[in-house]
T-cell receptor, first 114, second 111 residues
Framework: SAVISQKPSRDICQRGTSLTIQCQVD?????MFWYRQQPGQSLTLIAT?????????ESGFVIDKFPISRPNLTFSTLTVSNMSPEDSSIYLC???????????FGPGTRLTVT | QQQVKQSPQSLIVQKGGISIINCAYE??????FPWYQQFPGKGPALLIA?????SEKKEGRFTISFNKSAKQFSLHIMDSQPGDSATYFC??????????FGKGTRLSVIA
């Protein structure tokens, strides 16, 4: 298994500001992903974080709004830029372990934008 | 489009009963089918998973049944307990592609 940590665990931010969420995995991983989950809803994939190159974004998500970095195999950041109340959600980091196929999730970051 | 359809949306089961959650998929390239359990305020936790080369996998009180020809799989929770009350998500993927999730089932086990 893997332990995935996220920081911060929660935050309340003002409209127009940006928040960077950090994700650290304690095991060797091949893929890292970022998801968004609205309360009571399923998980929506934002992007695949690629090491050393630009992230691969899903339809409806753009790099200017959700810039992602992955400077090494086990660490990634997601920034939520120019936030609006519609960005209030839980943001989850996930990792696919080396050797696959198990994918694990972090505890999530609960973001509230006022 | 890749989809995983999950039912029911919510489920109430008596303590000691069997909880059954069903999922159906369309993409025959999927080769890994996990179930996740999520408690409020927590991230999804990998519960149990199956490959399409077996029809059933059991881990403790949790069993996955898999029907490749029907493209369906289900989670059975035997002797359901109040501590099993959570949201359950089925998912599917192939290779290093991201998981495709069902919409989730909110399970409530009542005493």
């Amino acid at each position: 298994s893997a332990v995935i940590s996220q920081k911060p665990s929660r935050d309340i931010c003002q409209r127009g500001t940006s928040l960077t969420i950090q994700c650290q995995v304690d095991s060797q991983v091949t893929m890292m992903f970022w998801y968004r989950q609205q309360p009571g809803q399923s998980l929506t994939l934002i992007a695949t974080a690629n090491q050393g190159s630009e992230a691969t974004y899903e339809s409806g998500f753009v790099i200017d709004k959700f810039p992602i970095s992955r400077p090494n195999l086990t660490f990634s950041t997601l920034t939520v830029s120019n936030m609006s109340p519609e960005d209030s959600s839980i943001y989850l980091c996930s990792a696919l372990l080396a050797g696959g196929p198990k994918q694990y999730f972090g505890p999530g970051t609960r973001l509230t934008v006022t | 489009q890749q989809q995983v359809k999950q039912s029911p949306q919510s489920l109430i089961v008596q303590k000691g009963g069997i909880s059954i959650i069903n999922c159906a998929y369309e993409n025959t390239a999927f080769d890994y089918f996990p179930w996740y359990q999520q408690f409020p305020g927590k991230g999804p936790a990998l519960l149990i998973a199956i490959r399409p080369d077996v029809s059933e996998k059991k881990e403790g009180r949790f069993t996955i049944s898999f029907n490749k020809s029907a493209k369906q799989f289900s989670l059975h929770i035997m002797d359901s307990q109040p501590g099993d009350s959570a949201t359950y998500f089925c998912a599917a993927h192939s290779g290093n592609t991201p998981l495709v999730f069902g919409k989730g089932t909110r399970l409530s086990v009542i005493a």
